[in-house]
Structures are given as C-alpha cells and as structure tokens.
C-alpha cells in the first residue's frame, strides 16, 4: 500500500489549550458528550485545511472507536428498564455513530463513504488506530474518495459511569486525521 499524507490534524481536548475545555453543544443529540466529541474534533480538523465549509472533493468519513457512545449505551438501558417513562426517540437516533458523521457530512458538504469501525486493538489516548490507518489507504486505493477524515474517539470513565470524582487524564479524548495518499 502506499503511505498516507496528512493534510490536517486535530485533538480534544487541545494540547495548546490553556484553560479547561467545554465542548460545545451538539443541537439533535442529548445526553451524551460522544457525539459532540466527534463533531468539534472533525469540526477542528476541517477548518485547519479547508477554513470554512463547505470542503472541497470527495471526503470519506472514517470513525474508529473501541467503545462506542457508552453514556447514550446507559441512558437507553436505563430508559428502557424504567416501564413508566417513554424512552427518547433521540436516542435510538444517536445511538448509530453514522449519525453524527451524517451532521458532519451535511455541514461541510462532504461526498465520499461514511464509515464507523471498533479497531481490533484500542490504540494509546491520542492516537489513531492502525485498523483505521489501513482502512483509510483502501478507501484511497479504490478511489471512493480523495481524501479521508479519520476520526478516533473515547469517551471518559466518568462521562458514562457518572463518577463524581474525576482524573485529570480521565477525559474524553478525539483525534481527528485528514488524510490523502502522497
């Protein structure tokens, strides 16, 4: 296969950043920080290359993540063992990860494959995994796009467990690569 270039990069939280980040809120998703998660961090890496949307060629969406949106995961199990309360239809939504990577399609324009994997081995925080690296070159092979924007995303021990006390390391962590083959 042939090497992968990067044309953009991104990170939440933002190494640079020297206050605490919020991330901002994502209208249509609720209860969890995964899809916004995913959101500001493709958001990020777009802007870094394109600037505003919408982004030019065919992109392919690529998200890796080796546990999914857990606290959307909880809130509908704890919905659906609560006979009294009518379960939110937005959960059923958001609990497919193409969903947001449908947001992220519409607002920037992009054309290529939508794509969600759970890597077969979870890569240190920060890092993409090799599954998606690899994933990412034959979406570039078979020419169904131009380039890709790989995304990889966890969300934080305390987000979907609900854990008072928090780690500073423990925090929802995305890294986002905008890639194309040199």
Do not use: K
């Amino acid at each position: 296969m042939t090497a992968l270039h990067i044309l953009a990069e991104a990170a939440w939280p933002d190494p640079d950043a020297r206050e605490p980040e919020q991330l901002p809120p994502l209208p249509g998703f609720s209860a969890s920080s995964f899809n916004p998660l995913v959101a500001e961090t493709a958001e990020r890496c777009l802007r870094a290359r394109h600037g505003t949307a919408p982004a030019p060629g065919r992109t392919a969406l690529l998200l890796a993540s080796a546990s999914g949106d857990l606290a959307t995961a909880r809130a509908i199990e704890e919905a659906a063992a609560d006979t009294a309360r009518r379960m939110p239809p937005l959960l059923f939504f958001q609990s497919n990860p193409n969903a947001v990577l449908g947001h992220i399609a519409a607002r920037w324009g992009l054309t290529g494959p939508v794509v969600a994997i759970c890597p077969s081995q979870p890569p240190p925080p920060g890092r993409v995994p090799q599954d998606a690296l690899d994933l990412a070159e034959l979406l570039l092979a078979d020419g169904d796009a131009d380039q890709v924007l790989v995304i990889a995303a966890e969300q934080a021990e305390q987000t979907y467990q609900g854990a008072a006390d928090t780690d500073v390391e423990d925090v929802d962590r995305a890294v986002a690569l905008l890639v194309t083959t040199a």
